[in-house]
């Protein structure tokens, strides 16, 4: 059963009082204002509602979003109750125009309204006025008000709740409507006028800023922050094995891999952008969304450059992978990049699933042997894989082409076609020769991948990006060819065919595999995300890269999986980014070029903030470049002023003002709707970016939020209006609106910073189960209240700190010593 909880000395809970004795729907429990800040809530199996208005629609089954209801319970408390507010500061004909308007809605509303809804309306403006029934009998001209309220009054369900509050019809004496103003009221109005003008002027700075919205707009800001159930359980924080949920649960699932980083590359800002730190962004935000998501990441550590590496520094392959292994790990740590599983390749379940989708190609069709003519050097006495090898590209005469694959065109190369090739151990000229190797039959495939292709991309739910999209088409265009998936090495996964014994599969091959034995590797259950059965809710996967690893990702690993056999989890999204730059130039470990993971932390600034200017300048669409002074001027710009400056002073003003306890927000105005409801359609927009893999334009989204919050709080003055006692409640309001916006904005932040998101949190004393932006998602975008009247704040802090111009110097001396 439902229980009602109200102030025994609030005529707040009147209406909903009135609404259970009707019904019976709930146990009435009472309290002081002390427990009950608004003088009523509902706690409902779902949760708690305090809007009276809510309240009285849920106890009668009412839909209160209906137009025409939600229309007039909008004017109720955005006009009505403020203007009975002041009615004994108003004169009488002011207040016989607002009541005749009132009469006139409800007459309205009676011939467009079931019963129920009738009832509603009723119930909530007998509430409100029937302490004026003495004035309203001695107005001309509203009849029907007098007999609708005399008519509830006989009524018992309301002459028992007025009983039970022990409330009377006010004396005609004490609620009588005079004519008279008081003072400080004349003294208030002749302040407001002489500050028009200014006021003013910020609000055409406002207006230039943010887009206007509709009516229907407004209803529903209004509605669903005055209203909003909120969820009842918390978001999972344990950890706990993540599998895939049935069809019946209703929850999307969302697979998440990043591009696996090259063990033995100390990874610099592009990488992290391009696919990791994106990856991570995303999954939070899946998170925070109430999605049910697991995020998979690890070293790619079989291949030459690990042989190469290991040789050079005089260590095993295992030895040289297990250091490099590590340090990702605590590069990644420091970024705050954090995945459900980070593993690594060079892992028996890797192996053995790497062999196993190979003996379902072999036994498909789809591998032939040849001979292939391979470089040979003769000083090192070994055959040289593609890596081993650099030379001038046959299609584009770049002069650094390796052995596999050209990145200055983009285009797949054999070794053997090279433009004086060379042995990068020892800088001879190999010879060719002649060994057997296993292929991949592309051309069989084609059909199947084309097929997969086109019904991804031609998917209105399609999110690759137009990178990836225009890779993939390219190569389809050229046509498949047969490629060589064995190497003659030593470190990798063995090829398991008796003539194959001395090969190990390429690093191509293997390594998107490991998508699928990292898995593996976190859960024995791993086929319920890669082999998932009927009646598992359909798998989602995306994938996050650079444009280098398009083509294996969009046309190679799903040929493989394909041509297994196996209904294998395809890749759904592919989101690619275009190229970092550091200041212009290319990322350089060699030459010192640039800011790599394994130094950032030298620079002396939080790694939140390495976050936030990543995503800010996601190169989504072209190539962007790393900046020294644009990283400090979107620092103290949209971080420091901004974001930073907008979320502390609500908080301050609580603190300062309000005894750390968040006002009442009832009493809300049309300034203070328009503004939610142009926080809601920026929220959409979050919302819909953020969907869509558009993490840069995400990150903006938020800092408009905090742009408009900015403005709000600059023509509304808080801080002016809580020095008059007239207007303390309207300080009170905004206070308490511009916090709730501070909440929401940590929700948006985190997945960006998830630190200073946990901050506001803490700041705000937001508790688990309002993190969530799962009620917003699902509600069409639109701000709940998070922070309701009483909620005790925590301590505000600044969030940022300026980087000064000394600072750009110093570092980027530090990490490009020649600019």
């Not at 309203?136 to 709740?161: F, G, P």
């Not at 962004?281 to 925070?288: E, P, S």
Request: net charge neutral; charged share 20%.
């Amino acid at each position: 059963m439902w229980r009602l909880f109200i102030d025994t000395h609030n005529r707040g809970c009147l209406a909903a009082l009135a609404a259970v004795y009707k019904t019976k729907k709930a146990e009435i429990l009472k309290y002081g204002a002390e427990r009950v800040s608004d003088g009523v809530v509902l706690e409902t199996e779902s949760g708690l509602i305090s809007s009276v208005n809510a309240i009285v629609s849920f106890i009668l089954g009412v839909d209160a979003l209906a137009p025409k209801l939600n229309a007039f319970l909008l004017w109720e408390s955005a006009v009505l109750k403020p203007g009975l507010n002041r009615i004994t500061g108003s004169n009488t004909r002011d207040a016989t125009d607002l009541l005749i308007d009132l009469q006139s809605r409800l007459r309205n509303l009676k011939k467009e309204m079931g019963e129920m809804d009738g009832l509603v309306a009723n119930l909530i403006i007998w509430a409100d006025i029937s302490h004026l029934l003495p004035s309203i009998v001695t107005l001309d001209h509203l009849e029907y008000l007098h007999n609708l309220l005399r008519t509830c009054n006989t009524e018992e369900h309301c002459s028992h709740a007025l009983r039970d509050l022990s409330l009377k019809v006010h004396s005609q004496e004490s609620s009588t409507i005079t004519p008279k103003m008081s003072q400080r009221r004349q003294g208030q109005n002749r302040f407001a006028k002489a500050n028009e003008k200014s006021v003013q002027n910020d609000e055409d700075e406002l207006r230039r800023l943010h887009v206007e919205v509709s009516t229907d707009q407004m209803l529903k800001a209004q509605w669903t922050f005055s209203s909003t159930v909120l969820p009842a359980t918390s978001i999972h924080s344990e950890k706990r094995t993540i599998l895939p949920l049935k069809k019946t649960e209703g929850v999307r699932n969302i697979l998440i891999s990043s591009a696996l980083p090259y063990v033995n590359n100390v990874p610099h800002l592009g990488n992290l952008i391009g696919s990791l730190l994106s990856a991570n962004i995303f999954a939070l935000y899946c998170q925070t969304a109430g999605y049910n998501v697991l995020s998979i990441c690890g070293t790619d550590e079989y291949g030459t450059a690990t042989e190469a590496r290991a040789q050079a520094e005089g260590l095993t392959p295992q030895q040289i992978t297990d250091k490099y292994h590590k340090l990702h790990c605590q590069v990644y740590d420091w970024f705050d990049i954090h995945f459900d599983y980070f593993g690594r390749t060079s892992t028996p379940a890797h192996t053995e699933i790497t062999q196993e989708i190979f003996w379902d190609l072999y036994n498909n069709g789809f591998v032939t042997e040849a001979s292939v003519e391979q470089l040979f050097c003769e000083k090192c006495e070994k055959f040289l894989a593609d890596r081993f090898v650099e030379g001038v590209c046959p299609s584009c005469k770049a002069e650094d082409a390796r052995g596999d694959q050209c990145d200055t065109c983009g285009k797949l190369i054999n070794a053997v076609e090279l433009i004086r090739p060379q042995c990068i151990t020892c800088r001879s000229y190999p010879t060719v020769r002649s060994s057997n190797h296993l292929f991949l039959d592309l051309p069989k495939l084609e059909e199947k991948v084309d097929v997969f292709f086109t019904e991804s991309v031609e998917d209105p739910n399609c999110k690759w990006t137009q990178v990836a999209q225009s890779i993939a088409r390219t190569w389809l265009r050229d046509g498949f060819k047969k490629r060589c998936i064995t190497r003659d090495l030593k470190w990798g996964v063995p090829v398991p065919l008796l003539n194959f014994k001395n090969k190990v599969f390429y690093v191509w091959f293997d390594a998107p595999i490991g998508y699928i034995s990292i898995t593996a590797n976190y859960t024995k259950d791993w086929r319920q995300w890669w082999l998932p059965s009927e009646d598992v809710a359909p798998v989602e996967y995306f994938q996050f890269m650079a444009k280098d690893n398009v083509l294996f990702h969009s046309a190679i690993f799903p040929a493989c999986l394909l041509g297994s056999g196996k209904k294998f989890t395809l890749v759904k999204h592919i989101i690619a980014t275009e190229y970092l730059n550091y200041e212009g130039k290319k990322f350089s470990k060699s030459r010192g070029v640039g800011v790599f993971g394994n130094n950032a932390e030298d620079s002396g600034i939080e790694s939140n903030i390495w976050r936030f200017y990543l995503a800010y300048i996601r190169p989504e669409t072209q190539d962007s470049t790393f900046s020294w002074e644009d990283f400090a001027l979107k620092n103290n710009s949209e971080l420091l002023n901004n974001l930073g400056n907008f979320i502390n002073r609500p908080l301050m003003f609580v603190m300062k003002f309000f005894n750390s306890t968040v006002p009442s927000m009832k009493s809300l105005q049309p300034d203070d709707v328009t503004f939610l409801a142009r926080v809601n359609s920026i929220l959409r927009e979050y919302i819909s970016h953020m969907e869509n893999c558009r993490l840069r334009e995400g990150i903006r989204s938020v800092l408009g939020i905090s742009r408009l919050g900015n403005g709000y709080l600059q023509v509304q003055r808080p801080w002016v209006l809580y020095k008059s006692s007239d207007t303390i409640q309207r300080a009170g309001v905004v206070t308490g609106v511009s916090s709730n916006i501070a909440a929401l904005l940590g929700i948006l932040l985190r997945p960006f910073m998830p630190t200073v998101g946990e901050e506001i949190f803490a700041q705000c004393k937001l508790p688990p189960e309002r993190r969530s932006l799962a009620p917003m998602v699902t509600n069409g975008g639109h701000i709940i209240c998070l922070l309701p009247e009483g909620h005790v704040i925590g301590e505000p802090k600044p969030l940022f700190k300026k980087i000064e111009a000394h600072d750009v110097q110093r570092l980027k001396k530090l990490y490009y010593p020649t600019s």
